[in-house]
């Protein structure tokens, strides 16, 4: 069973201060989940997870992790920004973009991030950009096909965006080692939100392979694997969380197996997790304010999709509690909605729930990761709140809520702007 992380009385405390809808982050929960990741990997002497920021991009949340150990992982100017800010630097910060601006790869490169390149074409672009090549480089693989689990899970790389060729990439390796690189890094993220161990392993086995491979027939130094993101978390109650130990230890197998005895035991596993870091540690509380009955019964809360995307995006799954309601039988059926002019503004879909009366504050779960991050700003409303719930307790605003001034004040359009700004003088 799924049990929030705060309590109905906890949540009627902090409503006095802070009004729902709000995100809360369980920085205990956080701590624990980094110290078993490094616990994990620690056979690893370089291992580092380099956090996906765009999943949480909140500077107290990266600063949390960075004190365990992580660096960074961005995908744009603003994320390399944040990482900036909370004091990462170099090497500390990968820079794993696509169809990436110049200007954005020009500021990587003065922070000494390590540049991660999606794509064949950009060793030149990035040469023409910044004026030379970096000694330290990474290439993102595409292996094309699908890529398969034995649980029958898969993905299809083939069908995705992202990185170059198996041609390409030994390609790419021999004319960055002739412009001047020195150590370099492969980079693969295959399959999205696996629940099953089995992932890491299998895509490090894949990778450790092509290392030797690439190595051998280019002479380039591989200095670290980067086995990128797709860790999951198990959404639904039904699903077994993954085992970091477990795909730690699975890592490391093959790392004995097909690395040491190719004399490459020096190299260096990154991670770059974003979901499996944050997911479960961060939920929308949201108070029921109106129920409805029609064809269906109705709850509808104070938070819409602009708060949490997911479910409306892609029929996501989020599990939903009532607090303080944990233990009573879910003996209603309800779709729990939010106030957009879309009908898929559904957090849940005729879901098992216990009688939910206005009023009732409603936990969100596993909202922790590219769940905040993906809001929006449709028919008009606002971004909410982040809290933090302290490892002592104590709870800290980590973001305010937007406000109407906020929402307006990229407008320029003259008299309009100043009706405004008197408006939202309050
Ligand atoms: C999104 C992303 C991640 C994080 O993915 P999760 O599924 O949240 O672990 C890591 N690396 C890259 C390049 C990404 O785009």
């Not at 990741?37 to 765009?54: H, I, L, Q, T």
């Not at 991030?113 to 910044?130: C, G, P, R, S, V």
């Not at 997911?279 to 029609?294: D, F, N, Q, S, W």
Request: glycine share 8%; hydrophobic share 35%; with cysteine.
């Amino acid at each position: 069973m799924k049990k929030p992380f705060i309590t109905k009385e906890k949540v009627e405390e902090i409503v006095k201060s802070f009004p729902t809808p709000f995100y809360v982050y369980d920085e205990k929960g956080i701590i624990e989940n980094a110290k078993a990741v490094y616990d994990a990997f620690s056979w690893n002497k370089g291992y580092k997870e380099y956090f996906a920021v765009k999943a949480t991009p909140n500077p107290v949340l990266m600063d949390i992790l960075m004190k365990q150990g992580c660096g960074f992982d961005c995908s744009s100017k603003t994320e390399l920004m944040l990482s900036e800010a909370v004091g990462a630097e170099g090497s500390n910060i990968m820079f794993s973009s696509n169809d990436t601006p110049a200007e954005e790869y020009v500021y990587a490169d003065k922070l000494g991030a390590i540049i991660n390149l999606d794509d064949f074409t950009h060793i030149e672009f990035l040469e023409k950009t910044i004026g030379k090549i970096p000694e330290t480089i990474s290439c993102r693989y595409n292996p094309g096909g699908v890529f398969q689990m034995s649980n029958g899970i898969m993905d299809n790389p083939g069908d995705s965006k992202y990185g170059m060729t198996r041609d390409q990439l030994f390609e790419a390796f021999k004319i960055l080692k002739s412009k001047g690189a020195k150590n370099f890094g492969i980079h693969a993220f295959l399959a999205s939100n696996t629940v099953t161990n089995e992932y890491y392993p299998l895509l490090a086995g894949q990778l450790f392979e092509l290392a030797v491979e690439l190595q051998n027939e280019t002479g380039a130094h591989v200095t670290f694997i980067n086995l990128s993101g797709g860790v999951g978390i198990p959404y639904t109650p039904d699903q077994t969380s993954n085992d970091i130990a477990e795909i730690g230890k699975g890592v490391h197998e093959q790392f004995d197996k097909i690395l040491v005895p190719a004399g490459m035991g020096d190299v260096a596993i990154y991670t770059e997790m974003g979901r499996f870091m944050m997911g479960p540690y961060g939920a929308l509380v949201t108070k029921a304010i109106h129920e409805k009955h029609i064809y269906k019964e109705y709850i509808g809360v104070d938070a819409c999709a602009v708060n949490l995307m997911r479910p409306a995006m892609y029929g996501a799954y989020h599990h939903i509690s009532v607090l303080g309601k944990e233990n009573e039988p879910l003996d209603h059926v309800y779709d729990v909605t939010g106030s957009l002019c879309e009908n898929n503004d559904k957090f849940a879909i005729e879901r098992s729930l216990p009688k939910i009366d206005k009023g009732d504050y409603l936990f969100i779960h596993d909202a922790g990761a590219h769940g905040y991050a993906m809001g929006y700003n449709y028919n008009g409303k606002l971004k909410c709140a982040e809290l933090l719930l302290k490892e002592d307790g104590g709870v800290q605003l980590i973001r305010r809520a937007e406000t109407a001034k906020d929402y307006f004040s990229t407008l320029d359009c003259l008299d309009i702007s100043d009706k405004l700004e008197k408006l939202t003088d309050d």
